[in-house]
């Protein structure tokens, strides 16, 4: 009975929200679905993507956020501050490649892990943007295409937490933490 009545919640949502043609997918971890689709929409981004990461590592993203970057596209990170710090962390690679980025400094911890990307998609989930959440840990991602409502909502909370975090006070995180190996800027 839960089920069903879930069910008839969902499509009422969906069509009163005028979201019928609207398309969500989700992957699970390990393997490289998540990954994949992470980098899919980011070779196709042609504007801007913002993103919300606990952790970022994942060599295959970062080279694809890279070459999105050299492109033209307006990229813009927020992490947490922690885990920029960890010596595994791509953070301050990006930072000295010259991305716009922030560490979270209004929270204990930034725990986010999602995505925007041109305003039509959206990534979501569990999966940190790691080598171990693609190739060893239980993680989940969905994505919402075209799915104007709940783009909107992600939308506003990335505007929020950007303002939230001062780029200043990054910065000089930053140069106190500069990155320490050569290949990495």
Known sequence: MRV???ILYLVSFLFLSGNVNALEYVFFSPSTDCENEIIRLINQSQDKIDIA???????NIITALKQAKNRGVKIRILTDRLQASNKSSKAKELYAFGFDIKVNFQYKIEHNKFALFDNNYVSSGSYNWTNPATSANSENCIFFEDNQPIIQAYQKHFNQLWQLNNKAKSDEWFNRHPTTNKEES
Do not use: L, P
């Open 53 to 59: 990461v606990y952790a970022i590592n994942n060599d």
């Open 4 to 6: 069903s009545k879930f």
